[in-house]
Structure formats: C-alpha cells, structure tokens
C-alpha cells in the first residue's frame, strides 16, 4: 500500500520559520496536497497541487515538491498556526487517496 | 455558499450496522466525486472510500472493503456510507467532502463538519 510519511512534530518560536516535510515515492508523478486541522475543526486545504494557495490562506503558507519530498513552510509562523498538519496525495492508480499520518505544529 | 451536512452517527454494538448520509447544498452535486473521510480519536485522517459523480466507480480502503458501501442519490443530492459488521476500530468522527481535481491529483476541497461513530458493547 501507498504511504506518505510525515515527522510527528515540529515547534518553532513565533515569527520562526516552520518547515514540514512529506516523503512519498509516487510524490514525484502525484501532486501533493496539504491540510491544516485544529482541535474539534474540520481540516482546512492550505496548499494545493504542491505550491498554490488558496484564496483566503495567508501569504506565510508555501508549498514546494522535489522527487520523493514535499515541504510545507510557513514563514513567520503566528501562535494561531498551532494545528496539526496533514500532507495528502493518490496513489499512482488513482484509485486511491492517501494521508500522512499528521505533523503536530507547536508555536510558543 | 457550498454546505455538507453529515447525519446518522451514533452508538452501535460490535458486528452491528449503521448508515450515514450526507445533504449537499449549494454546488451541482451531480458534477462532482465525493469521498467519506474518518479519524478515530486521537488520531489521523483516514480516506475510507470514493464515489464518482454518474456513480459508476467507486474504491475502498483496505480497512473496509467488503463491509462499507458508497452511494449517492443525484436527485436528492445525498452521499450515504452504509457500515456493516462494525468493529470497534471503526470508532471514528466521519466526514464527507466534496473532491476537485484532474488524473494528477484528486483532493477535497470542502469538508462537513462530522459525525461520530462509537462502536461499544
């Protein structure tokens, strides 16, 4: 089965720099989306097709993809970023969507 | 302004059933795949199953293949998971999301908020 693995963690001071990495080895043909979700909310798409943003999301969150990795980074990362972060992509069929298993955001 | 509504959760016993449904407003339901999406407490997400907009495709997570089936009613606009021989790990909050998307990449672009799943004797 397809996975896409992600670090459990990740803290960074506020106004810090916070990257997230992703590693999947269908990243390289798929593109990679990522989500933000926190506690008791439903997920929030924050990055799509690996570097576009959707409307409404701050210009802090960036995407890029490079063979097998996926970075999400947010850039001066606020105390409200707190979240967990959820990378997602196919499988090479299609037929399937795939989560990482989630990166804990801490700011403080 | 997109809204999806899911209903149906609930307590069930171990081995038992249970059907979730999911009301669709403000977007041509008919256009668009959706996917039933699930996260047991404390955990991740899981994707659980997707069916296509004529529903003539539909796939499974391993984890339930052969117990959950998709279905949607166009007409009505409603996506439905019904859930059979229940087990304990499939305690989850489940969603329903709308997917968007081309053969690079299928994501969900709109999301419910919800609906809890206990499975308990």
């Known amino acids: 089965s397809y996975e896409l693995t992600q670090p459990p963690s990740v803290s960074v001071s506020p106004g810090q720099t916070a990257r997230i990495t992703c590693s999947g080895d269908v990243l390289p043909k798929k593109y990679v989306y990522w989500y933000q979700q926190k506690s008791g909310q439903a997920p929030v798409l924050v990055i799509y097709?690996?570097?576009k943003r959707p409307s409404g999301i701050p210009e802090r969150f960036s995407g890029s993809s490079s063979g097998t990795m996926a970075t999400l980074t947010i850039s001066g990362a606020q105390v409200e970023d707190e979240a967990d972060y959820y990378c997602y992509s196919t499988d090479s069929s299609v037929n399937h969507r795939v989560f990482g298993g989630g990166t804990k955001l801490t700011v403080l | 302004q997109v809204q999806l509504v899911e209903s149906g959760g609930g307590l069930v016993k171990p081995g038992g059933s249970l059907r979730l449904s999911c009301a669709a407003s403000g977007f041509t339901f008919s256009d668009y795949y959706m996917s039933w999406i699930r996260q047991a407490p404390g955990k991740g997400l899981e994707w659980v199953s997707y069916i296509s907009a004529s529903r003539n495709i539909t796939h499974y997570a391993d984890s339930v293949k052969g117990r959950f089936t998709i279905s949607r009613d166009n007409a009505k606009n409603s996506l439905n998971l019904q859930m059979n021989s229940l087990r304990a790990e499939d305690t989850a909050v489940y969603f329903c999301?709308?997917?968007?998307?081309?053969?690079?990449?299928?994501?969900?672009?709109?999301w419910g908020q919800g609906t809890l799943v206990t499975v308990s004797s």
């Open positions: 999301a709308r997917e968007s998307g081309s053969y690079y990449g299928y994501y969900f672009d709109y």
């Open positions: 097709e690996d570097n």
